[in-house]
């Protein structure tokens, strides 16, 4: 009891806000670490997880989709891994060729081609079901069907492509991936289906052969080009 006598304000305040962390956030650190771990490796043998595979104890936590602010954080990795390999980023990264506006988010430029990213904010557990495939979010409670990242990347290749037709860049390699940014996002997919969340993403990128190849492409040139479109497509938004 003495003890407690001599305790200040600061002191009791440090000891509820340790409570409440044993309480509430350790379990639930702890919860959502299991969730992963069983997921990860259910995807590691080739599952696709749907709700129903999951026991309750598995089932994710009330959550909400994410923010701008995500995808800021993975622009803040990029832009240090860019640095390191002579790469650049050109962000925003949505560019328009004749009538049809590109949703990409932003795109990687390297001495390999151009990397195309469109990011997703989507959270909760995503998956794929069905023939034609469908890609699905269950999130508190509410399954619905969300848009095909893979029939995205195709199209924005395809209109990449387009839009350097008879440029001096006509010929490079063009890739591109999607990126799951929201934080704790549940994401069981195909492995070969380019579409990630953050860590993924930047394993993948830091790892793919494809990224560390050296196909002459000139960065700076090709990031000014880019940056044009980017600003064509801007300035035509606005008039």
């Given at each position: 009891?003495?003890?407690?006598?001599?305790?200040?304000?600061?002191?009791?305040?440090?000891?509820?806000?340790?409570?409440?962390?044993?309480?509430?956030?350790?379990?639930?650190?702890?919860?959502?670490?299991?969730?992963?771990?069983?997921?990860?490796h259910?995807?590691?043998?080739?599952?696709?997880?749907?709700?129903?595979?999951?026991?309750?104890?598995?089932?994710?936590?009330?959550?909400?989709?994410?923010?701008?602010?995500?995808?800021?954080?993975?622009?803040?990795?990029?832009?240090?891994?860019?640095?390191?390999?002579?790469?650049?980023?050109?962000?925003?990264?949505?560019?328009?060729?004749?009538?049809?506006?590109?949703?990409?988010?932003?795109?990687?430029?390297?001495?390999?081609?151009?990397?195309?990213?469109?990011?997703?904010?989507?959270?909760?557990?995503v998956?794929?079901?069905g023939?034609?495939?469908?890609?699905?979010?269950?999130?508190?409670?509410?399954?619905?069907?969300?848009?095909?990242?893979?029939?995205?990347?195709?199209?924005?290749?395809?209109?990449?492509?387009?839009?350097?037709?008879?440029?001096?860049?006509?010929?490079?390699?063009?890739?591109?991936?999607?990126?799951?940014?929201?934080?704790?996002?549940?994401?069981?997919?195909?492995?070969?289906?380019?579409?990630?969340?953050?860590?993924?993403?930047?394993?993948?990128?830091?790892?793919?052969?494809?990224?560390?190849?050296?196909?002459?492409?000139?960065?700076?040139?090709?990031?000014?080009?880019?940056?044009?479109?980017?600003?064509?497509?801007a300035?035509?938004?606005?008039?």
């Amino acid at each position: 009891m003495d003890y407690l006598n001599t305790l200040t304000n600061g002191d009791i305040l440090t000891i509820c806000l340790i409570i409440f962390a044993c309480i509430l956030i350790f379990p639930r650190l702890i919860r959502m670490r299991r969730i992963k771990k069983e997921i990860y490796h259910k995807i590691r043998c080739g599952e696709t997880i749907a709700p129903e595979d999951l026991s309750e104890k598995q089932k994710p936590f009330h959550t909400h989709n994410g923010t701008s602010k995500e995808i800021e954080e993975l622009l803040v990795k990029l832009k240090s891994h860019a640095f390191k390999h002579g790469m650049k980023i050109i962000f925003p990264g949505s560019f328009q060729y004749k009538d049809t506006i590109s949703p990409t988010t932003m795109i990687l430029a390297g001495s390999f081609g151009l990397l195309l990213i469109h990011c997703y904010g989507f959270g909760g557990h995503v998956y794929t079901k069905g023939s034609p495939v469908r890609w699905v979010q269950d999130m508190n409670q509410s399954i619905k069907e969300i848009p095909n990242p893979e029939d995205s990347m195709e199209q924005e290749k395809r209109l990449m492509e387009s839009a350097l037709m008879d440029s001096p860049y006509e010929n490079i390699p063009i890739y591109a991936a999607s990126v799951f940014t929201r934080h704790n996002l549940i994401l069981s997919v195909p492995k070969d289906c380019l579409v990630f969340n953050r860590s993924g993403f930047m394993e993948w990128l830091k790892t793919e052969p494809d990224f560390q190849a050296d196909n002459q492409v000139p960065v700076k040139e090709i990031s000014d080009y880019m940056v044009g479109m980017v600003k064509a497509k801007a300035a035509s938004a606005s008039t």
